[in-house]
Each structure stands twice: as structure tokens, then as C-alpha cells.
């Protein structure tokens, strides 16, 4: 057993209270309900944003994509022919998607004509109330889902609150036990 000077004791203790102190602060910061609900927002709009990235790619992705694409089209349109040949050749089913591509891309360069956009505008006036019916539905839902929310909400404030108030009283009583022990091993030394 190392016997230790009081001043040694006391530095020792000081640490230990030092890194309690650093560990209680720690802790209360982890539990209280504006950090929890921060994390808890941060954890929803990583999830929103990735799901957004995925369906629609990122910006750089959409131009990066178009500058490759606008590129290899123009060495694609003078070797398609070939290709397409060489590639469908005893396949039926890979000649018809190229060629429904094909239709598509030539679709999207031509303009749209007035008997498709008269179309285009009776379709969108004829959606219209399954828009209105969808967005009524979606209030509904959220008022709904409102107070059980908050209620959620309240709990983990609460449960919060509690936690923070046991780890300061456990913190607390660590100390305590720390403070005792040390004076109980400085009496030792001294006596």
C-alpha cells in the first residue's frame, strides 16, 4: 500500500470531483427536454432529408447527371443504331423498352400541342378535388394526431425533468461518498 501526502489526497479528491462534476453536467444535458426534442428534430429532418435526396437526388447529383447525359447523348445518337441492333438482336422485350425510350425522349424535345395541353389543363380541373379531398384528409390528420403529440411531448418533458433530478441526486450523493472516504483515508494518513 502507497502512502499518500495529504496534499496528494487532496488533488486526488479534487479530480474526482472535478470529473463527477464534468459527468453530472454531462448527463443533465443529455436528458433535458429542449436537447432531447433538438436531437429528436435533427433525427426527423435527417430522415425527411434523406428520403428527399433519394426520391429525388441532390442538386448535384440532378446536374452532374444532366452535364454526363448531354454529353454521352450526342455520342449516343451517332452510335444508337448500331448499338440498338446489336443489343436487341433475339431480344424482343430489350428492342421495345429502347424503342418506348426512344418515344419517350422524343416526346419530352417536341412541344406540347393544344389538344394536349387543353388535356393536360381538363385533367388538372378534374383533379382538383381529389387534391382538395387529400389535403383535408391530411388536416384531419394532423389535428388528430396534434394532442396526442403534445401529450408524448409533455411525457418525455417530464420524464426528463425527473431523470435529471435522480442523476443530480445520485451525483450528489457520489460526492458525498467521495468527500467522506477522502476524509476518512486523510485521517488515516494523518493518524
Do not use: C, F
Amino acid at each position: 500500500m502507497t502512502h499518500q501526502t495529504p496534499e496528494e489526497i487532496r488533488a486526488d479528491i479534487e479530480r474526482t470531483r472535478s470529473s463527477l462534476s464534468l459527468d453530472v453536467d454531462a448527463v443533465a444535458d443529455k436528458v433535458s427536454p429542449s436537447k432531447v426534442a433538438q436531437r429528436q428534430t435533427e433525427k426527423v429532418r435527417n430522415t425527411v432529408g434523406g428520403w428527399k435526396d433519394h426520391v429525388m437526388g441532390s442538386a448535384d447529383d440532378a446536374s452532374t447527371t444532366v452535364s454526363d447525359q448531354a454529353h454521352h447523348a450526342a455520342e449516343g445518337l451517332h452510335q444508337a443504331p448500331g448499338a440498338a441492333k446489336q443489343k436487341t438482336r433475339g431480344n424482343p422485350l430489350a428492342a421495345g423498352l429502347i424503342a418506348l425510350g426512344a418515344g419517350w425522349l422524343a416526346a419530352s424535345l417536341v412541344p406540347a400541342s393544344e389538344p394536349e395541353k387543353r388535356a393536360a389543363a381538363k385533367l388538372e380541373d378534374q383533379a382538383q378535388p381529389l387534391v382538395d379531398d387529400a389535403k383535408s384528409q391530411a388536416k384531419s390528420m394532423a389535428e388528430e394526431l396534434k394532442e396526442p403529440a403534445q401529450e408524448s411531448a409533455q411525457r418525455v418533458r417530464d420524464s426528463a425533468a425527473e431523470s435529471a433530478q435522480n442523476v443530480k441526486s445520485e451525483g450528489q450523493d457520489q460526492k458525498d461518498t467521495v468527500a467522506d472516504s477522502a476524509n476518512s483515508s486523510a485521517q488515516d494518513v494523518r493518524g
